[in-house]
T-cell receptor, first 116, second 113 residues
Framework: AQSVTQPDIHITVSEGASLELRCNYS??????LFWYVQSPGQGLQLLLK??????LVQGIKGFEAEFKRSQSSFNLRKPSVHWSDAAEYFC??????????????FGQGTTLQVKP | SQTIHQWPATLVQPVGSPLSLECTVE??????LYWYRQAAGRGLQLLFY??????ISSEVPQNLSASRPQDRQFILSSKKLLLSDSGFYLC????????????FGSGTQLSVL
């Protein structure tokens, strides 16, 4: 069965420090991979997505993610974290079957806290 | 531009009471519509999706139902709420046949007491 694992429930980094949020997936074929960010009390906003091609994907707000098939990973990175990046981050994988878009499987989320 | 409206933002309901959450999309036609739930401390779970008017698919067995009376309207309902129905409910839409991006509403925080 398809699944997504975000091993870190909570991460704290200092403002200006680099960030890496981990995501591992289990999927029987080439996955479609996404990272979403959820600010407190708000819906989700897409940061970036991977469908095919270049395995290093650039997103909004200075985020990037790298698809590593051999490790079944899609880790999110940012070179220098800003206080406004404090939020919950979700990794998701797109599901095959039915040709229906949007049927995503989400990880449990990683809460990012940024220290001044 | 496309927008998605979801209301109410917060809702407190007693156990056994009915529920109706509404979601509408503007600026697009024939969207795929979704209801997700985020339980406390957990990730998002797909509850229902719809590819057209009157077409509803349920992903997990539960106490909830969904309806799509109009192309851009998606309603989540329950006849009798359970404590376990508490959570953050998100409506989302997408277009196309590939796994393109989802656009999420701002969500409804439902507390069943």
């Amino acid at each position: 069965a398809q699944s997504v694992t975000q091993p870190d429930i909570h991460i704290t980094v200092s403002e200006g420090a680099s960030l890496e949020l981990r995501c591992n997936y289990s999927y029987g074929a080439t996955p479609y991979l996404f990272w979403y960010v959820q600010s407190p009390g708000q819906g989700l906003q897409l940061l970036l997505k991977y469908f095919s091609g270049d395995t290093l994907v650039q997103g909004i707000k200075g985020f990037e993610a790298e698809f590593k098939r051999s490790q079944s990973s899609f880790n999110l990175r940012k070179p220098s974290v800003h206080w406004s990046d404090a939020a919950e981050y979700f990794c998701a994988v797109g599901r095959h079957g039915s040709g229906n878009t949007g049927k995503l499987i989400f990880g449990q989320g990683t809460t990012l806290q940024v220290k001044p | 531009s496309q927008t998605i409206h979801q209301w109410p933002a917060t809702l407190v309901q007693p156990v056994g009471s009915p529920l109706s959450l509404e979601c509408t999309v503007e600026g697009t036609s024939n969207p795929n519509l979704y209801w997700y739930r985020q339980a406390a401390g957990r990730g998002l779970q797909l509850l229902f999706y719809s590819v057209g008017i009157g077409q509803i698919s349920s992903e997990v067995p539960q106490n909830l139902s969904a309806s799509r009376p109009q192309d851009r309207q998606f309603i989540l309902s329950s006849k009798k709420l359970l404590l376990s129905d508490s959570g953050f409910y998100l409506c989302a839409w997408s277009v196309g046949q590939k796994n393109e991006k989802l656009f999420f509403g701002s969500g409804t925080q439902l507390s069943v007491l």
